[in-house]
């Protein structure tokens, strides 16, 4: 961070570390949840199973049981993505972008983004409702 402030003409704006652009993104509503995880990948511990010492379908240990402290072993990042996409739709230039596959998107068998594929067209056809408001994405 601090290399990257350095090359830039304003050095006032930019953090200094890459704690403080974590901080700066959880303000900014881009934060993420951490949820502990089966290393196995059959269940998160959140909810009911929250306070689970072992997971429940493989007898695995949420725990590594070497340690002292209580730190899981696999840990999952959960990124909402509603709070990302309504901001993304704040900015007016930013909406329009978001629109593209509805309103300029040629269907020519080129491939040019994902609106082009197989299986945005297949998850289009099959829920209309979905694709039916071009906000959708
Ligand atoms: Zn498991």
Redesign the pocket.
Known sequence: MELFKAALPTRDTLPTSFYEVKRYMQDLGFGYTIIDA??????LFKGPLQSEKE??????PRYNPGKRDEVAIKKARYFPIKGRLQRLFMMKSIAKDMRWHNDKCVDDDVLRHSADGVSWKSFDRYHSWFASDPRNV
């Open positions: 089966c290393p196995n990948n059959c269940v997971c429940p379908k493989c007898q695995h």
